[in-house]
């Protein structure tokens, strides 16, 4: 709903984020051809895919015109992109205790579109992620689980979005009789 309200919102008093009523839908076709293998505790998925979206939303930031020093980010549906990637995933029980899972993507994108008469929005960029989930069961009671996740930068039609890492961790106890 927040990219549908005509609402302003702000970060500070140079930077407003305002909603578009008239955004509609984006949709994407894909495909996508894999291959899963199960072995013994464990099982590795390799795949290829392709993706198209139409009405691609992108968030544009623009300047007021009577005070270039404030900026607005407003979504819209500005044109198509089209991804190919290539994907794997894995996991491997270690006994009844520990689960590793993994995933890796690697892809590439392109986009192109604009918004109003004049403002041209295309990015091409070829990016990773990759993330780590460990499962561990401790007794009946208690569970935990650390995941570690990376992204590399990505060009996008207005900047560049930095690499980031995250780590989670959760711990679960069952009580009052599970």
């Known amino acids: ?10 970060t500070d008093n140079r930077r407003f984020r305002v909603g578009n009523p008239e955004l509609q839908p984006e949709f994407t076709d894909s495909y996508e051809f894999g291959l899963l293998q199960n072995l ?12 198209r979206t139409t009405d691609l939303i992108q968030r544009v930031t623009t300047q007021d015109e009577m005070d270039p020093r404030v900026t607005y980010r407003k979504p819209y549906n ?7 990637g290539v994907e794997v995933n ?5 006994g009844e205790w520990y ?16 918004v109003g008469d004049t403002l041209e929005l295309s990015a091409e960029t070829v990016a990773l992620s990759t993330r780590l989930s460990n499962n561990f069961k401790f007794s009946d009671l ?7 996740w990376y992204h590399a930068p990505e060009q996008w039609p207005q900047g560049k ?7 989670d961790l959760g711990i679960s106890r069952d009580i009052w009789n599970k």
């Open 1 to 10: 709903f927040r990219e549908l309200s005509p609402m302003t919102t702000f």
């Open 40 to 51: 013994n505790n464990s099982s590795i998925y390799y795949g290829i895919y392709y993706r």
């Open 78 to 84: 500005a044109g198509i992109s089209n991804a190919v």
């Open 90 to 94: 894995a996991s491997k029980d270690f």
């Open 99 to 114: 689960r590793l899972s993994g995933n890796v993507n690697f892809y590439r994108v392109e986009s192109e579109g604009t």
């Open 142 to 148: 208690f569970t935990a689980q650390l995941n570690v």
């Open 161 to 167: 979005r930095l690499s980031f890492a995250s780590v």
